[in-house]
């Protein structure tokens, strides 16, 4: 059973330009979400996605996007990026259940440098 | 709002002692409660979940926590350490209608041999 995949692992760009990060959830699951893992620092909630369309949103800007496509897979997009976008940025995934709150899980991350 | 308290950025603890990771969590309704390991240069990885039910939660590698509602904490115990816990633990809350991880600041386990 695969679990939740990313890519790519590593990237460098340098400032004003735009990344696309990819994430493939865990087999079953049906919800992505993307958090930023800045050096020494806890995950910060971005979004998530469910049925192609964003449920919930974090306090970052609109640079920051996202897309779910129909094989529930994820992207998410930065564009205009800045020295401090420089970070780990974690995909997980899970099952959207109404009335309960199902457990997310995570892939290895994208490790992304701006310069 | 949520939000979770994790008291020590770095503990230490030698190889074969009882390992204490404290968590601290606010939340105006009843919250789950979550502690991921992450080890270097790799993604969060599930240790154990708190969703309710027993108050005392058994997880992976030995790990336990218990849920004490009257302290507000969920704190992370092992009773003997192994060289190979050594990592960042980050204990994560989340409430029904608001279903976003909120993490803590992390505590980086390091095991003396």
């Known amino acids: 059973d695969a679990g939740v995949t990313q890519s790519p692992t590593h990237l460098i760009k340098t400032r004003g330009q735009q990344v696309t990060l990819r994430c493939s959830p865990k087999?079953?699951?049906?919800?992505v979400s993307w958090y930023q893992q800045a050096l020494g620092q806890g995950p910060q909630f971005i979004f998530q996605?469910?049925?192609?369309?964003?449920?919930q949103r974090g306090n970052f800007p609109d640079r920051f996007s996202g897309h779910q496509f129909p094989n529930y897979s994820s992207e998410l997009n930065v564009n205009a990026l800045l020295l401090g976008d420089s970070a780990l940025y974690l995909c997980?995934?899970?099952?959207?259940?109404?009335?309960?709150?199902?457990?997310?899980?995570f892939g290895p991350g994208t490790r992304l440098l701006v310069l | 709002a949520q939000s979770v308290t994790q008291l020590g950025s770095h503990v230490s603890v030698s190889e074969g002692a009882l390992v204490l990771l404290r968590c601290n969590y606010s939340s105006s309704v009843p919250p789950y409660l979550f502690w991921y390991v992450q080890y270097p240069n790799q993604g969060l990885q599930l240790l154990l979940k708190?969703?309710?039910?027993?108050?005392l939660v058994k997880g992976i590698n030995g790990f336990e926590a218990e849920f004490k509602k009257s302290e507000t904490s969920f704190h992370l115990t092992k009773p003997s350490a192994h060289m190979s816990d050594a990592a960042e633990y980050f204990c994560?809350?989340?409430?029904?209608?608001?279903?976003?991880?909120?993490f803590g600041t992390g505590t980086r386990l390091t095991i003396i041999p």
């Open positions: 996605y469910y049925e192609e369309e964003e449920r």
């Open positions: 994560a809350v989340i409430i029904f209608g608001n279903e976003k991880l909120t």
């Open positions: 087999s079953g699951h049906d919800t």
């Open positions: 708190y969703t309710s039910a027993a108050t």
């Open positions: 997980a995934s899970s099952t959207f259940t109404t009335g309960l709150m199902e457990t997310q899980y």
